[in-house]
């Protein structure tokens, strides 16, 4: 069952979320399809009195599940859980940067710009230690032949205050072999997220691989 603790802290999250759409009780209670003496006392109880119900209370003030029993957004960026009484911060070697960013997944291109680095998510895969993204041949990812770039991706455990880094620093080439091209295309993770047509590979050849780890001792 939910504690007392437990139902005030959703209690106070509801008003707070009230507050900043300026919504009334009463308000709430009718969008949600309620008297606000049922809601009064759905607050009281907590969520596990009647599920549904906060359902459709979250839903009229935009809110998610985890939202209203944590306070915390599913979609918040990382690093907002607080730091570690005890952090330990330790240098990866380049075969356990590597390691970390496996396969494929998802990280960070920077290049170079008129008057600062301009650094965009893009989709990678990993071959024979080098780095290959997809993009648009005239799109905002695509470098120039032979452009000092850095590509970083990193991990951040919000719950256990944990996270590791990996940056790398190179030079971009653009394939244009129709062979090399077509194998990248067939590797996991070669097919990017974003929509719309990315015909040109990228690849990214380090002259330096870093990375950092924060752990807790």
């Given at each position: 069952?939910?504690?007392r603790?437990?139902?005030?802290?959703?209690?106070h999250?509801?008003?707070?979320r009230?507050?900043?759409?300026g919504m009334?009780?009463?308000?709430?209670?009718?969008?949600?399809?309620m008297?606000?003496?049922?809601?009064r006392?759905?607050?009281?109880a907590?969520?596990?009195f009647?599920?549904?119900?906060?359902?459709?209370?979250?839903t009229?003030?935009?809110?998610?599940?985890?939202?209203?029993l944590?306070?915390?957004r599913?979609?918040?960026?990382?690093?907002t859980?607080?730091?570690?009484?005890?952090?330990?911060l330790s240098?990866?070697t380049?075969?356990q940067c590597w390691?970390?960013?496996?396969?494929h997944g998802?990280?960070r291109i920077?290049?170079?710009g008129?008057?600062?680095?301009?650094v965009?998510?893009v989709?990678?895969v990993?071959?024979?230690?080098?780095?290959a993204?997809?993009?648009?041949?005239?799109?905002a990812?695509a470098p120039?032949?032979?452009?000092p770039?850095s590509?970083?991706?990193?991990?951040?455990d919000?719950?256990?205050s944990?996270?590791w880094?990996?940056?790398?620093?190179?030079?971009?080439?653009r394939?244009?072999?129709?062979?090399?091209?077509?194998?990248?295309?067939?590797?996991?993770?070669?097919t990017?997220?974003?929509?719309?047509?990315?015909?040109l590979?990228?690849?990214?050849r380090?002259d330096?691989v870093?990375?950092?780890?924060?752990?807790?001792?």
């Amino acid at each position: 069952m939910t504690s007392r603790s437990d139902a005030s802290d959703v209690t106070h999250r509801v008003a707070r979320r009230r507050d900043q759409l300026g919504m009334s009780e009463g308000a709430l209670a009718h969008r949600a399809a309620m008297s606000p003496a049922y809601l009064r006392q759905l607050l009281r109880a907590g969520p596990e009195f009647d599920p549904p119900a906060f359902v459709r209370i979250t839903t009229v003030l935009g809110m998610t599940w985890p939202e209203l029993l944590s306070g915390r957004r599913p979609d918040a960026p990382p690093g907002t859980a607080g730091a570690d009484p005890r952090p330990r911060l330790s240098h990866l070697t380049e075969p356990q940067c590597w390691d970390l960013l496996g396969t494929h997944g998802i990280g960070r291109i920077g290049l170079p710009g008129s008057s600062a680095p301009l650094v965009l998510p893009v989709n990678y895969v990993v071959d024979a230690r080098t780095i290959a993204y997809r993009t648009a041949p005239r799109g905002a990812a695509a470098p120039r032949e032979g452009s000092p770039v850095s590509f970083e991706v990193d991990h951040i455990d919000d719950h256990r205050s944990r996270g590791w880094s990996v940056l790398i620093l190179g030079e971009a080439r653009r394939v244009g072999v129709p062979e090399e091209e077509e194998r990248l295309s067939a590797l996991p993770g070669a097919t990017p997220w974003a929509d719309g047509s990315r015909p040109l590979w990228v690849r990214v050849r380090p002259d330096g691989v870093s990375g950092r780890r924060i752990d807790t001792v």
